[in-house]
């Protein structure tokens, strides 16, 4: 199954940022970027080089983050090619970054979802897509303009968001993207003055309802690895397949040393 979860779980996750992001092709490896500065936004993945090509795709990407005015950030998994590609970065400057677990759901089925107590989900539709978001953004301290880059599939049949709200009031949200049988939980994130009361846990227990009504083969999510999103998630029946490295590297002193 790791292999399959995998190429899965990378597919989907990359065809989710392309939702979101500008793409460009390096040769050998997809950049993504946008107009706002966030590493959410701006990250180098999908990486297959031969090794002569190694320094010439850090070379390629460095020039291309220094165009964005953005740090070089590469993100791997296990796909990735050359094995040592890691190394190389380490050896060319880059310093590793927090390191992420592709979590799986390991009980099938959920019968039935549990019911939070202390919020009602609700799906959120076109007309409520301002609320969706504006509250991710607080949730997360994103800038507002998120909204934007979010608009124009936030009504594509293929995702659901959430807003769970507790006494008439709006205090988390969750979005469910399902694409080649994997469903992908993201932005699951409650307002601070919320947190810890099991808000997250009815919207993910609906997100998994959800994604296993839909048909899909796997539900699976991301979350940095040692945190307590991660120990929240695997008290709720997920797993951790492979993780997921990242490296980054200022571009502050490379336009003038490329």
């Known amino acids: 199954m790791s292999g399959e979860f995998t190429a899965a779980f990378e597919k989907l996750w990359v065809s989710l940022r392309e939702r ?27 990486v297959d080089v031969e090794n002569t090509r190694v320094d010439g795709l850090i070379d390629d990407a460095l020039h291309h983050f220094i165009q964005q005015d953005f740090d070089c950030v590469f993100t791997l998994s296990p796909l990735d090619r050359p094995n040592e590609f890691g190394e190389r970065l380490l050896q060319r400057g880059f310093k590793q970054g927090l390191l992420a677990s592709a979590m799986v759901y390991d009980h099938h089925p959920i019968s039935p979802a549990p019911i939070s107590s202390v919020a009602e989900i609700t799906k959120v539709y076109q007309d409520q897509f301002e ?19 979010g608009r124009s599939w936030s009504t594509e049949p293929d995702i659901e968001h959430y807003i769970a709200s507790t006494n008439g009031t709006a205090a988390g949200t969750a979005l469910l993207y399902s694409q080649n049988g994997m469903g992908y939980i993201d932005l699951v994130g409650t307002l601070p003055e919320f947190r810890r009361r099991g808000i997250a846990t009815g919207l993910v227990h609906q997100a998994i309802a959800d994604s296993q009504a839909a048909g899909n083969r796997w539900t699976a999510l ?22 997921r490295y990242r490296y980054i590297k200022s571009i502050d002193n490379e336009s003038q040393g490329i």
């Open 222 to 243: 991301e979350a940095e690895t040692g945190t307590h999103a991660e120990q929240l998630y695997k008290r709720l029946g997920f797993r951790t397949v492979y993780h």
């Open 20 to 46: 979101w992001c500008n793409s460009h092709n390096l040769g050998g490896a997809l950049a993504f970027s946008y107009d706002l500065k966030l590493v959410f936004f701006h990250r180098v993945v999908q």
């Open 131 to 149: 609320v969706w978001s504006d509250l991710m953004c607080h949730n997360f301290d994103f800038p507002l303009a998120m909204v934007e880059a």
